[in-house]
T-cell receptor, first 114, second 117 residues
């Protein structure tokens, strides 16, 4: 069964600095997808970035990049130039090889300081 | 394009009462998901529909939870009777298909926060 581990319950970062949120995963599937979602205090889940297991290049979306290390089974999210609006809960999730079901980690709460 | 709609946004009930949540997915999305998010945890899939058929309900407590998507569009999730441990945010999501393919990401609604007293 798939498992996602986010070991950082909470993180602080200074505005305009970069921050890395850790995510490790466990799966026996050969093909899988990794997602990061942002959940502000309002509650909705906002899709940030996607990495396929066969993608050779790390995914990037604006200020978000995913540091994918397949051999180490890690998929860390890097947020560059943090903004106050980045303060939220961040979830790493895995999609299994078949079907579109997502398995989520416990999340990391990020606080950006001015 | 309108997003996933859910109602109500908040609900407070007493244990053993019944409650129902409604979800309207993004137009054209064939796949609909209900997740339960307990405070301090990540969302957990309760049930996945493909059109009006159930794809996965392995984690749905079927003795008290039920869900339907009769016309393949909107869906309702019901809890009867509610327990204290059902207090959570119930998130609805939709995607174009139920396949594990790139760019088939799930889009989430704002959620319904349920408090069971």
């Amino acid at each position: 069964a798939q498992k996602i581990t986010q070991t950082q319950p909470g993180m602080f970062v200074q505005e305009k600095e970069a921050v890395t949120l850790d995510c490790t995963y466990d799966t026996s599937d050969q093909s899988y997808g990794l997602f990061w979602y942002k959940q502000p205090s309002s509650g909705e889940m906002i899709f940030l970035i996607y990495q396929g297991s066969y993608d050779e290049q790390n995914a990037t979306e604006g200020r978000y990049s995913l540091n994918f290390q397949k051999a180490r089974k890690s998929a860390n999210l890097v947020i560059s130039a943090s903004q106050l609006g980045d303060s939220a809960m961040y979830f790493c999730a895995m999609r299994e090889e078949y079907g579109n079901k997502l398995v989520f980690g416990a999340g990391t709460i990020l606080r950006v300081k001015s | 394009e309108a997003g996933v709609a859910q109602s109500p946004r908040y609900k407070i009930i007493e244990k053993r009462q019944s409650v129902a949540f409604w979800c309207n997915p993004i137009s054209g999305h064939a796949t609909l998901y209900w997740y339960q998010q307990i405070l301090g945890q990540g969302p957990k899939l309760l049930i996945q529909f493909q059109n009006n058929g159930v794809v996965d309900d392995s984690q749905l407590p079927k003795d008290r939870f039920s869900a339907e998507r009769l016309k393949g569009v909107d869906s309702t999730l019901k809890i009867q009777p509610a327990k204290l441990e059902d207090s959570a945010v119930y998130l609805c999501a939709s995607s174009l298909w139920g396949l594990a393919v790139p760019y088939n990401e799930q889009f989430f609604g704002p959620g319904t926060r349920l408090t069971v007293l």
